[in-house]
Nanobody, 125 residues
Framework: QLQLVESGGGLVQPGGSLRLSCAASGITLDYYAISWFRQAPGKEREGVSCRSGSGRVTHYADSVQGRFAISRDNAKNTVYLQMDSLKPEDTAVYYC??????????????????WGKGTLVTVSS
């Protein structure tokens, strides 16, 4: 059974860093694109970043470009989102999702087949 489990969220001060993990089971990530989304209270869900199954394609939202980095550990079947220079506006529940995409990726929610339950990131002093 396919499962995505996020971890790594927490409370961090502005300017700090966190690394989120998305552990996948039941699928081989080589054939799936993994995307990260976030949803802040009272706001719509936002696509943050994605990585193709091959790893050759990555994409970042303008709001996180240069601060966030997506990567994968093949041995652990886990995708990471390294978040640096965090800002209060990065506060949200972060979700990872999987959809078909060996050679492409998308941050459009409608293209995702599987979702994790989310992990909360709070950026506050």
């Amino acid at each position: 059974q396919l499962q995505l489990v996020e971890s790594g969220g927490g409370l961090v001060q502005p300017g700090g860093s966190l690394r989120l993990s998305c552990a996948a089971s039941g699928i081989t990530l080589d054939y799936y694109a993994i995307s990260w989304f976030r949803q802040a209270p009272g706001k719509e869900r936002e696509g943050v970043s994605c990585r193709s199954g091959s790893g050759r394609v990555t994409h970042y939202a303008d709001s996180v470009q240069g601060r966030f980095a997506i990567s994968r550990d093949n041995a652990k079947n886990t995708v990471y989102l390294q978040m640096d220079s965090l800002k209060p506006e990065d506060t949200a529940v972060y979700y990872c999702a999987a959809g078909p995409g060996r050679s492409f990726c998308s941050t459009a929610a409608y293209g995702m087949n599987y979702w994790g339950k989310g992990t909360l990131v709070t950026v506050s002093s």
